[in-house]
């Protein structure tokens, strides 16, 4: 069974949701800042539309995973011993 997307549900319902959204967002985008620098220096590329790829795919895999993994945190996470 697939994990429900609450990442991505509406956001104005809580404004601690969009702090959640906000923070995961960031955190794809350095995560995948980082590999891309490391990846372009450690092969020497420095065509800026092989970068630009590289950090394209590099936020799209980063995303799917934190994401996955939020949505799962959410879902599954007990507070409070309930």
């Known amino acids: 069974m697939k994990t429900k997307d609450f990442l991505h549900k509406n956001l104005s319902d809580n404004p601690n949701n969009d702090k959640v959204f906000q923070k995961t967002y960031q955190t794809i985008g350095k995560l995948s800042r980082e590999i891309s620098v490391s990846e372009t220096r450690g092969f020497g590329i420095t065509d ?18 934190i994401i996955d993994l939020v949505n799962y945190t959410i879902e599954n996470f007990e507070k409070n011993g309930n």
């Open 48 to 65: 800026k539309k092989e970068i630009a790829n590289i950090c394209a795919v590099n936020a799209k895999n980063i995303a799917k995973e």
